[in-house]
């Protein structure tokens, strides 16, 4: 729905985001908002959305890859796993500034995620799922097996602070990890959303409608499918990135299926492919679960018997998350990004809407 | 009716986002003389991959506080309280949980953490913060020396301290066999340090090999390490780890041809009490006491609130114990560090706590364990060998030393 | 080579077990087209529903048993009727998603109810623990389920050749509509898959369990090695799923007791990208040749 009185003269007014001033208010508005946050949140939740950030980040790609190009992956996890060993291993042992870990992380991720989205050429659909399966097996099991000397293998890898390469200057607290992580997640979002109306974006949602039809019409699918897990896992590796930055240890055990499917989940409770559902969906989920974190001991604290593994605390995180994600697919499954383009609709339609 | 739809969804948005800014700070009570209350922070996986060994400290760690509240009055006579959180065993988890309880007005005297890869993450953070934390003793969470103390000696330290005890008692049996987790935990005993050791003090280390935490089978390590007939077969796994080992040993029929044995905290009481009777005859090397000893008074007290509280059958296994022991060398050191400041609670800070630590010599807690620190070594170095005889661990040794200089070497600390 | 014929029978036992597990993934898709993801969660349901008759309600075995098989029919067809019904239609990602949130769901109801400590059954389900033949030893707990694996295979093959019932889900299974136009009861069908395939599940759980004790942190995650079984043996076909789980089981014993144990972790995972590779329908599935 557009906004009333607005009329597309040229090509670029057609495609833009922002078409009124409003628009354009509020956008710049609510960048000035996100980077003056840290002046008045305490450290907890700055911490807090330093991890928002970079699960969007990472979801941005998966988002891509599942939502734009139809491609299912479990594997996500795994890909950030490999731009985190990346990055710490190039800033202990060679003491490389993050202007050049970070594209080094892209680009390793991205190199493995196109590796493992080879089998796409023969597969498709739930098979090539399993495929990314396998990777997020196998990729931590050859981080801790492969040269475990220079990996750490299974024991913990401490990465040193992020440091700029210009004088002494380590990014260590959570406010400058808050300046570095937020502007390159605003970053990543409009590249994604950009992504969305190019050429390359176009060809992966064709390929998602109907992959055949566009073979036909001379997109190469192959080197389409594998430019989109190409993308993906280079937004995994910049998320394992600033992943290893801000945790400053890293182990296998962080980068595993569970956190693959709360990818997945975190884009379906988003809306496949809409960007500004995937950083919904980030909020809302990671949200629920701190969120749970409190109210547990809390109700705990009000039914002792309720304690212990047996606790409010033990159970509340999986069965809320379980439950809202079961629910989302059940009752909403184009996710948030749909409700609110309703929402946006029929406040456009007032009183119209129905 | 759509407009107030509209407004209402416009007020419920802004309620939401009031949170976010109520989590800010507050401006905490003045730095009082003696505070009102004094907090102890646990953060553990409690309900993931490592749920069935943190459910029971957890347990424990409440239990503690509940004795030291009521039999000595909290302390230097200020009330404890408990503040614990789950961390799911995802690290990010625990780190915001580190903030969170960073954030608390006042913030806990000390922290700890009962999975190694959660201490490991806020091993650095705690040394910025000047936050003591205890731990369990893997290497990395320890070392490099900050403001990490173990709770007891590190599973290398220990291993060697029962290979010792055994050329001592059974110098003829000395082929042994390491068969431990592929994680960071299980693969403390496999390094360069702990064969050179074994070749030193005359053990025969004939094979190692590893198996998966989420294995239920292991027999196929089984057949590789019995074609080398070992007399031993040594373990640094924990909670179901040893229990997978016997049961594969039972289905191969190796009870009784082969003894298994293993480092404390791991191969705790939880053991029997899962495979029974499969447990007897092995022999345990760690660093405190056995639930089966209640002569000890820290484990009269430890029952006493167990029964107290009802806990589960389940409950009652040895991370409980580290839990107690936790408790109270807090309570010992903050007691300590009042008592240097010349009773300046505004001087009791975290530093000050630390260096109470370091000073810590031959700390029984109750009889529970022997912890001797130091400046250099921020763990604990004696162990016990136990025996389990009909589901019990009997303690078959006095307090053995263990030899760190060779097994954790200065430049690995 | 005793140990070759030891890594064998180890390779059996455990591909018993993989391939129960496979068996009810495979039966569920089959119908329903759902793979459901969380067999190992609704696995250790079953064990643990098990496991409380036997402790709090005190039954005897066998009674036990097959009322712990009852209750996991009902649940299974609750979970069709609440969770799964609604999906039909919907994209092959939501209903991974549904199963995906499921298995979570349900972890946290078994924490609720049971706790997460581990705990052993409080009086061994099968009988004795091992046995030699000659120079190799036979560990009988999974010897057991490996019998179990064979017995509900065999069970099945009966039902879907030679009962109406197992005509009508075999139909189904091609196509839902006709069947639905030569007045099969689909949601019947949906209803009973989901019922059957936990009953199998829930099988494979008291036969782990009782090896090993149940705990929610570990147990579900012993599925996920069933995965590449069901797709080495093809999605569709149930003698696949046991061929599969077979399969698996003795590659990844020769694997690891031949080179090296580590490898035991990964091999079902090569073997599964293999399968994926080159003959992505298995080797008893069926080829689906698509038209636009």
Same mark, same amino acid.
Not at chain 2, 94 to 100: D, F, G, N, R, S
Not at chain 2, 188 to 198: G, L, P, S, V, W
Not at chain 2, 311 to 338: I, Q, S, W, Y
């Given at each position: ?108 991720? &991205? ?6 989205? #080879? ?98 019409? &001379? ?37 595993? #299926? ?22 919904? &969906? ?39 998350? &379980? ?32 | ?37 004094? %907090? ?98 893997? @290497? ?37 066999? +390491? ?93 029997? @009490? ?8 092995? +022999? ?18 430890? =029952? ?7 806990? %589960? ?46 000073? @810590?010599? =031959? ?48 430049? @690995?600390? | ?139 009988? $707990? ?66 782990? $369990? ?46 690891? $007791? ?26 008893? $599935? ?7």
């Amino acid at each position: 729905m557009r906004p009333y009185g607005t009329y597309d003269e040229t090509y670029a007014q057609d495609m833009a985001v922002c078409r009124t001033r409003l628009q354009w208010g509020i956008l710049i508005g609510g960048l000035i908002l996100l980077l003056s946050l840290p002046l008045f949140l305490g450290e907890w939740m700055v911490n807090f959305v330093n991890f928002i950030g970079i699960s969007v980040i990472a979801a941005l790609g998966l988002n891509i890859l599942t939502g734009y190009a139809g491609q299912i992956s479990l594997g996500q996890a795994a890909f950030i796993g490999v731009g985190a060993y990346t990055t710490g291993m190039l800033a202990r042992y060679l003491a490389f500034p993050i202007w050049i870990t970070l594209p080094c992380a892209a680009l390793a991720a &991205g190199l493995v995620g196109l590796i493992f989205g #080879l089998p796409s050429l023969r597969i498709k659909g739930f098979y090539l799922a399993m495929a990314t399966l396998a990777a997020q097996v196998i990729i931590p099991w050859l981080i801790v097996n492969v040269r475990p000397d220079i990996t750490g293998g299974a024991h913990s890898f401490r990465v040193p602070a992020a440091t700029l390469g210009i004088g002494d200057i380590a990014l260590a607290n959570e406010t400058s990890l808050f300046y570095l992580i937020i502007p390159l997640a605003v970053l990543m979002t409009f590249f994604a959303k950009n992504l969305h109306r190019s050429r390359v974006g176009r060809a992966f949602i064709a390929i998602r409608d109907n992959d055949l039809a566009a073979e036909v019409m &001379g997109i190469n699918l192959f080197s389409y499918k594998s430019l989109a897990f190409f993308i993906c896992s280079a937004f995994a590796g910049v998320a394992g990135c600033l992943w290893a930055y801000w945790m400053r240890a890293i182990a296998v055990d962080q980068f595993s #299926l569970m956190e693959s499917i709360w990818y997945v989940g975190i884009i379906i409770v988003g809306g496949l492919g809409s960007t500004s559902g995937v950083i919904m &969906g980030t909020v809302f989920i990671r949200g629920l679960d701190r969120l749970v974190k409190i109210i547990g001991p809390a109700i705990e604290g009000a039914v002792p018997q309720l304690t212990g593994p047996w606790g409010a605390t033990a159970a509340l995180s999986p069965l809320v998350f &379980g439950l809202v994600v079961l629910l989302f697919i059940i009752l909403e499954p184009r996710g948030l990004s749909h409700r609110w383009e309703i929402f946006k609709a029929s406040y456009r339609l007032w009183p119209f809407s129905y | 009716m759509k407009i107030t739809a509209k407004i209402l969804f416009v007020v419920v948005a802004v309620l939401l986002l009031i949170p976010a800014f109520a989590c800010a700070p507050k401006a905490g009570p003045p730095a009082a003389l003696k505070p009102e209350v004094i %907090r102890v922070g646990m953060i553990g996986d409690m309900t993931g991959p490592y749920a069935s060994i943190v459910g029971a400290m957890h347990v424990g760690f409440l239990d503690a506080c509940q004795y030291v509240n009521e039999q000595t009055g909290g302390i230097a006579g200020v009330r404890v309280e408990a503040v614990c959180r789950d961390s799911a065993g995802k690290v990010d988890s625990a780190l915001a949980h580190y903030m969170e309880l960073k954030a608390m007005k006042p913030r806990p005297v000390t922290l700890s953490f009962y999975v190694s890869g959660e201490a490991e993450a806020c091993h650095d953070r705690l040394v910025e913060d000047k936050w003591p934390a205890m731990t369990v003793a893997s @290497l990395a969470s320890v070392y490099p020396r900050g403001y990490t103390f173990g709770l007891y000696p590190l599973y290398r330290d220990a291993t060697g301290a029962w290979m010792d005890w055994v050329m001592q008692n059974y110098p003829t049996k000395n082929k042994v066999a +390491f068969l431990t987790w592929d994680t960071s935990y299980g693969r403390d005993i496999i390094n360069d340090e702990m064969r050179a050791y074994a070749k030193k003090v005359g053990i025969n280390l004939v094979a190692e090999e590893l198996f998966g935490i989420r294995d239920t089978d292991v027999s196929t390590q089984l057949t590789r390490i019995m074609k080398l007939s070992p007399d031993w077969i040594y373990t640094c796994t924990a909670g179901h780890g040893p229990g997978v080992i016997l049961k594969s040993m039972a289905g191969m029929g190796l009870i009784g041809k082969v003894k298994l044995a293993g480092d404390g905290v791991g191969f705790a009481e939880a053991v029997p @009490l899962t495979v029974g009777d499969l447990a007897n005859g092995c +022999f345990v090397s760690r660093g405190f006491a056995s639930l089966a000893e209640p002569d000890v008074e820290g484990i009269k007290w430890m =029952n006493y609130y167990f029964n107290l509280n009802r806990r %589960r059958p389940t409950d009652a296994t040895g991370a409980g114990t580290c839990a107690f022991m936790n408790l109270l060398l807090t309570k010992a050191t903050v007691e300590r560090a009042l008592e240097a400041a010349g009773g300046d609670w505004s001087k009791v800070d975290g530093a000050a706590i630390k260096a109470q630590f370091e000073k @810590l010599q =031959n700390f029984t807690a109750l009889g529970l364990t022997d912890i001797t620190y130091t400046p250099e070594r921020y763990h604990p170095n004696k162990v016990r060998i136990f025996e389990i005889k009909d589901k019990k661990h009997v303690p078959v040794s006095g307090w053995l030393p263990c030899p760190t200089d060779d097994t954790t070497p200065m430049r @690995l600390r | 080579m005793t140990e070759f014929l030891q890594y064998l029978i180890n390779g059996f036992m455990a591909g018993g077990v993989y391939g129960l597990i496979a068996l009810s993934i495979v039966l569920i898709y089959k119908s329903t087209r759902v793979f459901n993801f969380a067999v190992g969660d609704v696995m250790l349901l079953g064990a643990f529903v098990l496991w409380s008759l036997l402790a709090w309600l005190n039954l005897p075995i066998v009674p036990s048993i097959l009322l712990a098989l009852a209750i996991a029919f009902g649940i299974g067809l609750l979970i069709e009727r609440l969770a799964l019904r609604p999906l039909i239609g919907q994209s092959i990602l939501a209903a991974i998603m549904a199963t995906l949130a499921l298995s979570i769901f349900l972890k946290g109801g078994m924490i609720l109810i049971w706790g997460t400590s581990q705990v052993p059954y409080p009086t061994k389900i099968f009988p004795g623990t091992s046995a030699t033949l000659g120079t190799v030893t036979l560990p009988l $707990g999974s010897l057991w389920a490996f019998l179990l694996a064979m017995a509900a295979f065999g069970i099945l093959v009966w039902f879907f050749q030679f009962t109406k019932m197992g005509l009508q889900m075999r139909a189904t299974a091609e196509d839902h509509q006709l069947a639905q136009s030569t007045g099969i009861s689909v949601k019947l069908v949906f209803g009973l898959t989901w019922a059957m395939a936990l009953v199998v599940c829930a099988l494979s759980g008291i036969a782990l $369990g009782d090896r090993l004790g149940l705990s929610v942190g570990m147990t579900p995650l012993l599925a996920l090695k069933a995965f590449p079984a069901v797709f080495l043996g093809g999605l569709e076909s149930i003698p696949g799923a046991i061929i599969g789980g077979l399969a698996i089981g003795i590659l990844e014993n020769l694997v690891g $007791g031949l080179i090296n144990p580590n490898l035991m972790e990964i091999t079902p995972y090569i073997i599964l990208l293999l399968v994926l590779l080159f003959r992505a329908e298995g080797l008893f $599935g069926l080829k689906r040749i698509e038209r636009i």
